[in-house]
């Protein structure tokens, strides 16, 4: 697989991770002060964010900074790597 750019991978495991926590785009604007335009935009690749605002992302969706810009192949791996040990 090719590149990925940062802003779709983290749009792709935030909008992941929502979902598998059944919030709304609505709920997890709320969580982090956003509109939900702004998660829209989070989750579609299109929105620039800081560290800071990348730090309150993971938090608000309970997971590392690291799990959450994981490439998608790397979730994949590493649940493959669990279920083998």
Request: no cysteine; charged share 20%; hydrophobic share 50%.
């Amino acid at each position: 697989m090719g590149a990925i750019a940062a802003s779709t991978i983290l749009g792709l495991n935030s909008k992941s991770l929502r979902i598998a926590r059944g919030w709304s785009a609505a709920g997890l604007a709320e969580k982090l002060g956003w509109s939900v335009d702004a998660v829209t935009a989070l989750e579609a690749g299109r929105l620039e964010i800081t560290l800071d605002e990348l730090d309150s992302v993971a938090k608000s969706l309970s997971v590392s900074l690291h799990s959450l810009m994981l490439a998608p192949e790397a979730h994949a791996d590493f649940r493959e790597t669990r279920r083998s040990a």
